[in-house]
Structures are given as structure tokens and as C-alpha cells.
């Protein structure tokens, strides 16, 4: 993977603040965010567990999504494992920048690194907004419950008429963790969940940027979204970076830096960056595809294309990225 350095702590604040970009387990303020101290963040491991093992996807479907916009979120979730075949789907892949993820495990035990295997389980489909069309965090904790709980990671996407605590003022998405609601052979386990919601008409110059063009920063012209819809494009790179932040801190004690409350975690350390020559306002130099006019970074299984985030390296404090 290509490498993008921080070279100073004043772009990681300006990313901060232009990118409006919130990926962690509770909503977090910008003035939180843009107030950092000029002191270096140390990417820490706070000694707790990290997912391992084959752990299934369940996705949660709340509102009115198109058949074609599910797939291309399906997609995304399939692309991931290296068994459906990069080579196949072209490279850079999808599974690539996933595998970027495999240096957190290295570093936790780097003689028996333990791995982590995604594949796509459920789908629930709740087209009829059974608990209103305006939620809370309890509330999609609730819809989270509705996925398998054990070795699995239970997605929320919630649609674009569905308003969610905390969406768009300070939050594109979040990740947490809940019990099980039954007991699996007398246990209560402990499972991780993720809520991303579409932004296409709430507020896409924040959680859907760069296909649309921010709210503040640098005015720069929106890029073409790789799958021509710009809520569900946005929602893919905002899932990419929560799936980063949930394996590698899923109980809040793994990998992070700065305070607990608000982390910057695998991918949200590296805000706006999504490939080499990026800065505030400008996402990188990107692939483009020369039929449709689309920016993307990555291969997919069903010859998708995607836009993914930067990887921050914990080995070097660089973001990598695809191109």
C-alpha cells in the first residue's frame, strides 16, 4: 500500500475540522475535535481484546432502501474477504485495504498473531420504520439486537428520511457494543454494532464528502461516486472506516488515540485521506474511471468500484493508502 505521512500535527487538525468526519462508539463534538492539543497523539493499545476469528456481518435495514443500493452495500461487505478472489476483482482490491488491518494483530502478539475473517450473514430488511423515523441510540441498539450476537458485528443503515440522535451535527455514523439480549449456553455475550445512516438529503457536504461538496473548507467540485449514488457511496466509506474502529477497539479498551470519549481509531485517524498528494479539502489522487468519470481507490467483487479511507499504520504513524 502507498503511504501518506502527517508531516505535522496542523494538518491533522485542519483534516480534522474541514473533513467533518465522525467515526467512534458516541458522538463527539467539532469543537472537541478542532480544539486538540499541538502535542503529537499516540496511537495506543489499551490492553483489551480486539475481534478475532470469522465473524459474520449482519446487516440491519431500516427505511426504504432500492434493491440495487443494498447490493451495493452487500457488495462491499463480500469484497473484503481475500477468498472472494481480489485478483479476480482487480487490484488495488477491497481485501487489500482490508488487510491493512492485520498490523494491529501483529502488534498485539507479533509470535502468534491472532486474524480476523468477515463474511456477509444476515440481511433484515424493516421497510415499514417500525419504531418511527426518529430514533435514538437505544433505539438502534434495539434494531441491532435483531442480528446474530455471537462472533458478529451487527450493522444498523438507517434511510434517508430516518433521523438519528446526534446525525449530522456530530456524527456520520458510530460504533459500540451491547449484551446479548438471550443467553447462548447459558452466557450473555457481549456483541459489537455499528449505525451509519444516509445522508443524501440530511447532509451529504459532511457525511458524504467528497461527492458532495462540504459545507465548510475549500469549495472544490464533488467527485463522481464510483456506484452513481452519492448517499450509499458516502455510507460505504463511512461503514469501511467504522468496520476498522470496531475490530481493532470493539469494547472501547483496543486501539485509539487520544481520550476515550472521543478516540480516533484505524481510519478516523486519518480524516479526508484517501490517497497520496491529499490535503484539507482535496481527497487524494485518485483512480477515475474513464467511462463513467468516477473516483475510487478500489476494486469490489460484481466489478464494483468503492472509495475506502485511509489505514493509519501504527508501525510507522503514516496513513496508507491504496493509491
Request: proline residues 6%; charged residues 15%; contains cysteine.
Amino acid at each position: 500500500m502507498a503511504s501518506f505521512t502527517n508531516s505535522n500535527q496542523i494538518f491533522l487538525k485542519l483534516a480534522l475540522f474541514i473533513s467533518l468526519i465522525h467515526f467512534s462508539s458516541a458522538s463527539r463534538s467539532l469543537l472537541a475535535e478542532s480544539e486538540q492539543t499541538s502535542q503529537p497523539l499516540l496511537f495506543q493499545y489499551h490492553n483489551g481484546p480486539l475481534l478475532t476469528g470469522k465473524i459474520s456481518i449482519n446487516l440491519v435495514w431500516y427505511g426504504k432502501f432500492k434493491p440495487s443500493q443494498r447490493a451495493i452495500v452487500s457488495d462491499f461487505i463480500t469484497s473484503l474477504s481475500s477468498s472472494s478472489n481480489p485478483t479476480a476483482a482487480g487490484q488495488p482490491s477491497v481485501a487489500t485495504w482490508w488487510k491493512a488491518i492485520e498490523k494491529y494483530y501483529h502488534l498485539v502478539n507479533s509470535k502468534k498473531p491472532s486474524s480476523i475473517s468477515l463474511y456477509l450473514g444476515s440481511q433484515i430488511v424493516d421497510d415499514k420504520y417500525s419504531i418511527g423515523k426518529s430514533l435514538t441510540n437505544q433505539h438502534i441498539v434495539k434494531l441491532a439486537s435483531k442480528g446474530g450476537e455471537k462472533n458478529a458485528i451487527n450493522v444498523v443503515l438507517t434511510s434517508a428520511d430516518v433521523t438519528v440522535d446526534g446525525f449530522c451535527s456530530s456524527a456520520c455514523g458510530r460504533h459500540g457494543s451491547s449484551r446479548s439480549t438471550a443467553s447462548i449456553r447459558g452466557n450473555r455475550y457481549k456483541f459489537a454494532y455499528i449505525w451509519v445512516g444516509n445522508s443524501e438529503t440530511q447532509c451529504p457536504g459532511q457525511c458524504a464528502w467528497p461527492f458532495h461538496q462540504p459545507i465548510y473548507g475549500p469549495q472544490t467540485q464533488p467527485l463522481v461516486a464510483p456506484n452513481n449514488d452519492v448517499g450509499l457511496d458516502g455510507m460505504v466509506i463511512n461503514l469501511a472506516s467504522l468496520l476498522a474502529g470496531t475490530v481493532t477497539n470493539p469494547f472501547g479498551n483496543g486501539y485509539y488515540q487520544g481520550p476515550k470519549e472521543a478516540p480516533l481509531e484505524a481510519a478516523s485517524a486519518c480524516p479526508g485521506v484517501y490517497a497520496k498528494g491529499a490535503y484539507p479539502g482535496y481527497a487524494g489522487d485518485l483512480l477515475v474511471d474513464s467511462t463513467t468519470g468516477a473516483s475510487y481507490n478500489a476494486h469490489g467483487s460484481s466489478g464494483r468500484k468503492y472509495l475506502l479511507p485511509a489505514i493509519f499504520d501504527p508501525s510507522t504513524s503514516t496513513c496508507s493508502t491504496l493509491v
